[in-house]
């Protein structure tokens, strides 16, 4: 009977608890062993691998067994041993990594600070503990201190493979990562994240663009803690895709600040930020602090001077939130320098930012170096530089993401030596406006890419004024490439030229791609300037008073498009000032001097060129993005052809099923109250579209399918349509076909 009962509890028990044993890892020497992976290395399942105090400087791995690694908390619950028993990576990886699999395991009672993340070749996750690769099925964390950890992914940790994650009385502070800050990603919908609700934990003061206390990828997640960064976080400090996280906290460990704020680097993160001489020193810790609204948006000033991570500290990529700008003291005393760090300016789904006044340079990332604009975004950025930015495998200077409102006004984007991929993408639904900027390439062996300067793909509509792109080289396409579907640009007042090494044409237009241009240079290598995909759905071309090198025999159309060759159109040397390497002004001998549209009734151009100067000059405008300033001729400039918008052609002109109509304003704000009417040449009402207050960004693209206001299709022939706004109104002419 007695042995019966015996047999009875040995199948009760769990088979951990039965033969485990505890091994003493001791710094000093007096355990088992002197290092924590050793302990970890000879244990059996169900063990204890229990550590002594002091710095271990290691990066354990649990390799797939059902241990518990604590410290003397675990047998004493004295929370000293906390803080003195630590996991120090080293900046040489994760702290704790667990990533082959196993039933359940636990680590308890420590700090582990300075990991740098498990690099899996493409990028780092988890600073302090990294849970991937192969599933686990439980695993515990409790009464830890995370901290002062730096990853790509998950600056605390980093979750993804874990069917069961348990976390108690831990402190996660401190912590960076480009995403999730704090911690988590938890990309699996698989994954079970639980934070207890009596053993609360604490998470605050960590910094992510992304995320900076929490993301979370997909699935629920309830975080229960005692202290939190702020009182009422928002997507800043607890993003979720899927607005799926719930923060329930009792505390919060600051008080965000309702007012403009100043950075400097002779600044101190401990003063109040509100005046210069009591600024802080650092852009992200002023972007933890700032709370702004739509009807109070606040602007965080930035003096003169280099934020490196070197030099002040300071943490990219440099993220935002809702209705904040950030303000430089000017465009080359304002230096942005991330130090090949990580991308230097990150956003997703911000409203209404502004960067003015800075230069933004030497960033490193997977998809974006310089600036990764994520989806459902509006950004301006005014009178900058981003030079020397480059990538892994994405965008080297710009990368503007899905569904975002942009605007680059007297922007200077500068290539890198070694850059190899565009220096500007946009994708899919992104309203794009470029004016008064210039893109310089380096034209050196090592400086090229598939696609030259620009990529632009589904449903973009990028329009460029006053701009220059020169000095690319491309193996495909030199200057803009326009790929995949239903993608239309306009181009107005630009010089393109001394761009090379391309087979398909400095621009690059493919599978229902339009361009418009008017007053455009463009003179580059080799022979073909603009190239039609003979694949895919037909592309067209609008060219109007432009200066190209070998005219019309330099557009390939490949018999699968539409070209419209207009009025003014000539080929001849365009005779620039030069001297410097991207000196593009006109010498009052130029054939592009006066011979621009004469038409400029509502042309949507600002006051002045490239240059600053006049935007016309002898009463008419010239071709490129300079206007010559003839100081011989008496004559003022004439700037009343400038109105409050411009209505562009349709495209494509002529049209079967359907044309789309864009407009913008000439002020750069969002377009209010408008009327666009399309008529027959009777004058008889056909169709008439009304857009009110805030339901519109600068840019508006209206898609008239060639109906009438009865939902019936109408006759082909020629018909006007008239845009009225602001007490103004603008007529045009276009064609429907069979």
């Not at 994650?165 to 990562?177: E, H, L, W």
């Not at 300037?529 to 109007?544: H, V």
């Not at 001297?579 to 400029?600: K, N």
């Not at 002109?653 to 864009?662: A, D, K, R, S, V």
Request: charged share 20%; aromatic share 12%.
């Amino acid at each position: 009977m007695k042995y019966f009962f015996i047999s009875i509890i040995l199948i009760m028990l769990p088979f951990s608890n039965i033969w485990s044993s505890t091994i003493i890892v001791d710094i000093n020497g007096t355990g088992d062993y002197t290092t924590i992976q050793e302990g970890i290395d000879n244990s059996q399942d169900g063990d204890i691998v229990l550590v002594y105090p002091g710095t271990y400087y290691e990066n354990i791995d649990y390799i797939g067994k059902n241990i518990t690694v604590a410290s003397k908390y675990y047998t004493t619950g004295d929370e000293t041993y906390i803080k003195n028993t630590i996991i120090d990576g080293n900046n040489n990886g994760s702290c704790v990594v667990v990533k082959d699999g196993g039933d359940e395991a636990t680590i308890c009672g420590f700090t582990l600070q300075h990991g740098s993340g498990y690099d899996d070749g493409y990028d780092e996750y988890g600073g302090g503990i990294f849970i991937c690769i192969e599933p686990i099925n439980i695993f515990n964390v409790h009464n830890c201190i995370i901290c002062n950890n730096y990853a790509g992914t998950g600056g605390g940790i980093f979750v993804n493979d874990c069917f069961e994650f348990n976390i108690s009385d831990t402190r996660i502070i401190n912590n960076f990562a480009h995403i999730a800050g704090g911690g988590f990603d938890k990309g699996n919908d698989d994954v079970d994240v639980n934070f207890s609700s009596q053993d609360l934990c604490d998470i605050y003061m960590n910094y992510s663009p992304l995320g900076s206390d929490i993301y979370n990828h997909s699935g629920n997640m309830t975080v229960y803690v005692d202290t939190f960064t702020v009182e009422e976080p928002d997507g800043f400090y607890a993003y979720s895709r899927e607005d799926n996280v719930t923060i329930i906290a009792n505390n919060h460990k600051i008080e965000q600040v309702n007012n403009d704020i100043y950075v400097s680097p002779n600044g101190n993160n401990s003063n109040s930020g509100l005046y210069w001489n009591v600024a802080y020193k650092n852009i992200y810790y002023a972007l933890i602090k700032i709370k702004s609204d739509s009807l109070r948006p606040k602007t965080i000033y930035v003096d003169e001077g280099t934020y490196s991570p070197s030099e002040t500290g300071e943490f990219y990529g440099i993220g935002c939130k809702d209705y904040i700008s950030i303000v430089g003291a000017g465009k080359e005393c304002t230096i942005l320098d991330a130090e090949k760090s990580a991308t230097t300016i990150q956003f997703n789904g911000t409203a209404d930012n502004l960067i003015k006044d800075c230069t933004i340079s030497n960033g490193m990332g997977n998809y974006a170096g310089g600036i990764g604009i994520c989806d459902y975004s509006d950004f301006i950025l005014e009178n900058s530089i981003v030079k020397h930015n480059n990538c892994v495998s994405g965008v080297a200077q710009i990368y503007l993401h899905n569904h975002n409102n942009v605007i680059l006004k007297n922007v200077d984007i500068i290539s890198a030596e070694d850059r190899n991929s565009e220096d500007l993408y946009a994708g899919s639904n992104t309203s794009l406006m470029v004016y008064d900027c210039k893109f310089m390439g380096n034209n050196t062996s090592r400086n090229r890419s598939t696609f030259g300067a620009c990529d632009f793909v589904n449903n973009t509509t990028p329009v460029f004024i006053n701009t220059t792109i020169s000095n690319y080289r491309g193996s495909i396409s030199s200057g803009i490439a326009m790929l995949w579907s239903y993608a239309s640009m306009y181009l107005i007042n630009c010089t393109i030229v001394d761009n090379k090494n391309c087979s398909e044409g400095t621009i690059r237009l493919v599978d229902d791609s339009h361009i418009t241009m008017i007053n455009i240079i463009l003179r580059n290598e080799p022979d073909t300037e603009i190239w039609f995909s003979p694949i895919g759905n037909p592309c067209s071309a609008s060219i109007e008073y432009c200066n190209i090198e070998g005219g019309i025999d330099a557009i390939n159309t490949n018999n699968n498009g539409t070209l419209y060759w207009g009025d003014g159109n000539i080929d001849e040397d365009p005779l620039f000032v030069g001297g410097d390497l991207f000196s593009y002004e006109l010498t009052p001998q130029s054939p592009c001097v006066d011979a621009g549209t004469p038409d400029t009734t509502g042309l949507h151009l600002p006051a002045t060129d490239l240059a600053g100067n006049p935007r016309i000059f002898n009463g008419r405008i010239d071709i490129g993005a300079y206007e010559c300033q003839d100081t011989v001729s008496i004559d003022q400039p004439d700037t009343s052809f400038i109105h409050n918008l411009y209505l562009f052609q349709n495209t494509p002109n002529p049209f079967t099923n359907e044309t789309e109509i864009l407009f913008i304003t000439a002020d750069y704000t969002r377009v209010e109250d408008y009327s666009l009417s399309i008529y027959n040449t009777k004058g008889q009402l056909i169709r008439r579209f009304d857009g009110r207050t805030n339901e519109f960004w600068v840019k508006t693209k209206i898609v008239w399918d060639g109906t009438d206001e009865q939902g019936r299709q109408v006759a082909p022939g020629t018909y006007l349509y008239k845009l009225e706004y602001n007490g103004q109104a603008i007529v045009r002419k276009m064609v429907k076909v069979k």
